[in-house]
């Protein structure tokens, strides 16, 4: 079959993967290659055990694959044959000079811009879907255009919005897609090259067009966004320990205001996520090299407030606790940052894990989809991996749910009570629990944003 347009895809990750295979289902005229510089990534695209666990990928993958969906480690020969190559690799946040912990590590993208123009003959639109500091197509430009080949790139942002565990839900149904170009004969063409695409299944009124800073700031602007209302509901949530208030009434009553609204109110032992720490950094960075400290003092606090809060978690352990959890062993139930994924950047288990480590606890870790992940972000420490959460929580002291995996409702935990050793405590580090129920069982019950439900 001959395609009429030839798309690339450059970084297999969690938002490239996806989102290339929604755009090879929709578009069924169009070849969609998706490269990546690990193999190992590659060869589990392309067999039964596709890399990251995603609810209802595997299908749309194997509907796909092999017809116009294609997954490969040749960068080079992909990008010779491709007229739109969006590029989807990681921008960590530095971790060494200028800017160590907040800028962006750009590198990976300035070495995929410098292999694009060596392997192109032609002229191509390049697509910014890594979440980036704003401005960075205009570096990206330079590099690209500086070319003795007579050859034109247009850089375009088209930031994803997908959130993990819903990924194909958000895709196939999203908010918003977002496209930004320069507005120039030539940016306002490739815009409508992208625009095209995602018209096979978006609605046209909700494919917003802007210029390129704009698609980028707002990002940004989103991300910190969402996560500043988790940041506002979580410093409530220490309030309402004190005052006996409940934060989920309190939630509930702000969210019934239809100019607040429900959603992302709910307080929890902290966000995590590959994207809203590295995003908010992002930001006050930038706010910081135009001289805005104001600006970047107002967003980081967002991020001190979710660290402090995961910092809170385990103290209100050890003080539940009488005060030691040396030899303790503790469950802690859930890794992954957030449910129906095995994602674990910058999960709160991470720093509860080790938190409860640098107490000397026993730590026992459960999860039905992110042990492997588990094992590399403790590598070193010594604790126990246990999928099964009845043989976790047998004989310990203490049970800390840290993600809302559905599947920890529904456990017996008249059955887990008998098997832990008394008195047996619960954290509910995401209010997941019925916490009257288990309290009345026989549990001490400590809760988010709740006052602690106690037996002594
Ligand atoms: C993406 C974006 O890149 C990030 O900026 C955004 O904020 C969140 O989504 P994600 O897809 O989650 O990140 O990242 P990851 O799963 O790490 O995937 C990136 C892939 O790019 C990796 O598989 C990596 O091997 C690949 N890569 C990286 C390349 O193919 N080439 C490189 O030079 C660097
Ligand atoms: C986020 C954005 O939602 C998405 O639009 C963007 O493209 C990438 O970043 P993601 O990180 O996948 O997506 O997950 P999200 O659902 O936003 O959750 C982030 C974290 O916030 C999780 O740890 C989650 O548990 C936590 N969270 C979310 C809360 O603690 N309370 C809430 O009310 C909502």
Known sequence: MTFKTKILCI???????PTMTMIARKCPTYKVTVVDINKARIDAWNSDNIPIYEPGLDEVVK?????????????????READIIFVSVNTPT??????????????????????????????????????LPVRTAEAMERILNGNPKGIEFEVLSNPEFLAEGSAIQDLENPDRVLVGSRETPSGLA?????????????????????????????????????AQRISSINSISALCEKTEADVGEVSYAIGMDSR??????????????????????????ICESYGLHEVADYWESVVRMNQWQQKRFVQNILTGMFRTVAGKRIALL?????????????????????????????????DPKALENAKKDL???EVIYEEDPYKAADGAHAIAILTEWKLYKELDYAKIFKSMKQPAFIFDGRNILDHKKLFEMGFNVFAIGKAALKHF
């Open 11 to 17: 970084g297999a990750g969690y938002v490239g993967g």
């Open 63 to 79: 509907a796909a694959r092999g017809k116009n969906l294609f997954f490969s480690t040749d960068v080079d020969q992909a990008i």
């Open 94 to 131: 530095k971790t060494f000079g200028e800017g160590a912990g907040r800028a962006p590590d750009l590198q990976y993208w300035e070495k995929t811009a410098r292999q694009i123009l060596a392997n192109s003959d032609s002229s191509k639109i390049i697509v910014e879907k890594s979440t």
């Open 190 to 226: 490739a815009r409508k090259a992208l625009v095209d695409i995602y018209a096979h299944w978006v609605p046209k009124e909700k494919i917003i067009e802007s210029n390129v800073w704009s698609a980028e700031l707002s990002k940004l602007a989103a991300n910190a966004f969402l």
């Open 260 to 285: 607040i609204g429900p959603k992302f109110l709910k307080a929890s032992v902290g966000f995590g996520g590959s994207c809203f720490q590295k995003d908010i950094l992002n930001l006050v960075y």
């Open 334 to 366: 859930g890794f992954a940052f957030k449910a129906d994924t095995g994602d674990t950047r910058e999960s709160p288990a991470i720093s509860v894990a080790l938190g409860l480590l640098e107490e000397k606890a026993q730590v026992v870790v459960s």
């Open 379 to 381: 590598a070193g420490a």
